[in-house]
């Protein structure tokens, strides 16, 4: 459970959040990705907006989005009260449904069905029938492989399905060899250890666009040398993306911001 609590985040920040077993950090992450109901104020500044002008008017497709929130939120789910921040520039703030919002604000759930969010959380999620490579295309749009094609010359539009299919899978399981070198990359992920699929899931959430990351206990399961790789592919992933992870220790990133959850379950702030 969460009491309230107040921050701030520019955009594009990189926040490690603190704290004991239970002390509210996945409830944290949780409400950021519009997963829980909250009562107050929590949001993301809507970059498109800004910059077209139009009141009220949201993007058809991802935002460029920030996140913002006021004090205090609470979540109306057992276990669990919320907290609250804000990242961007302040606005003025109306009463929306359910919660306080700001007029150039969108609810996280708002940015999560527009692709803005993506979260890694503490039980993998994978298709445990599926490889590690298939387990990444199935979370990935078509529009994915034209933005990260190598040849800027070549048109995925005009690729054959097979073609588009193997460059996929050539990128991805690119992807997947910087933190799972010698591994199998093409045996259903039912068949690899627990520190494997855990780096399979944390791959899945850092090859999305999404603008704002969320992840939920990375390390977990990780020997240190495997560790040591996690950790230099989130620091690779997370340029140019809002990123907060949670850990009890904080260790594997000490000069980002941190936010620490107290026994009390409110957020203290170190203002880096």
Known sequence: MLRETSFELDPGAHVVITGASGSGKTTLLRVLAGL???????????????????????????????????????SDNPGSSGSSGSLGRSTRTHRGKGSECRDNTISP??????????????????????????????????EWLKKHRPDRNTD?????????KKLFRQLLRGELAKILPGVDLDKPVSQLSGGEQRRVALARALVQDATVVLLDEPFTGLDSASAELVRQYISEKAEGKTLLLTEHEGAHFPDWKRIEITKNHEAENDHK
């Open 36 to 74: 829980l109901q909250y009562r107050g104020r929590v949001g993301y500044i809507n970059e498109s907006y800004l910059r077209s002008g139009e009141e009220g008017k949201l993007p058809e497709k991802k935002s460029d989005s920030s996140f913002s929130s006021g004090s205090p939120v609470s």
């Open 109 to 142: 759930a708002e940015l999560l069905e527009m692709g803005g969010i993506s979260m890694l959380f503490q039980d993998n999620r994978l298709l445990p029938e599926l490889s590690a490579v298939e387990n990444l295309c199935v979370a990935l749009p078509a």
């Open 156 to 164: 995925p539009d005009r690729m054959s399905t097979s073609d588009k």
